[in-house]
């Protein structure tokens, strides 16, 4: 059975950085991978996405040139670097992964998702 675990959030002053990993367990799958969040009475939204290379990657418009995924397949893990964190980045972020080689930016694509984890970022 294939699972997804999530480290790496907490409470940060804006301005500051966090990296979320994410770690597939399993063999044998080639996954891309995104990340969503969701914030208080919030829809869930597309962050970042990353093929299975780790060769193509995606931003939503809001994150970009401040948020950067990448993966270390060897390791089974992507990580999201967050910097210049914001408060409206606060949200319950998740990685979600999705039997392809290439991300999706639409929740609907992924049947893989993990535990998420809370971001906070206090102004």
């Known amino acids: 059975q294939v699972q997804l675990v999530e480290s790496g959030g907490g409470l940060v002053q804006a301005g500051g950085s966090l990296r979320l990993s994410c770690t597939t367990s399993?063999?044998?799958?080639?996954?891309?991978m995104s990340w969503f969040r969701q914030g208080p009475g919030k829809e869930r939204e597309f962050v970042a996405g990353?093929?299975?290379?780790?060769?193509?990657?995606n931003y939503a418009d809001s994150v970009k040139g401040r948020f950067t995924t990448s993966r270390d397949n060897a390791k089974k893990t992507v990580f999201l670097q967050m910097n210049s964190l914001k408060p409206e980045d606060t949200a319950v972020y998740y990685c979600?992964?999705?039997?392809?080689?290439?991300?999706?930016?639409?929740?609907?694509?992924?049947?893989?998702w993990g535990q998420g984890m809370q971001v906070t970022v206090s102004s």
């Open positions: 979600a992964a999705r039997d392809s080689l290439y991300y999706s930016a639409s929740p609907r694509d992924f049947d893989l």
């Open positions: 399993g063999t044998g799958v080639n996954y891309a």
């Open positions: 990353i093929n299975f290379s780790g060769r193509n990657t």
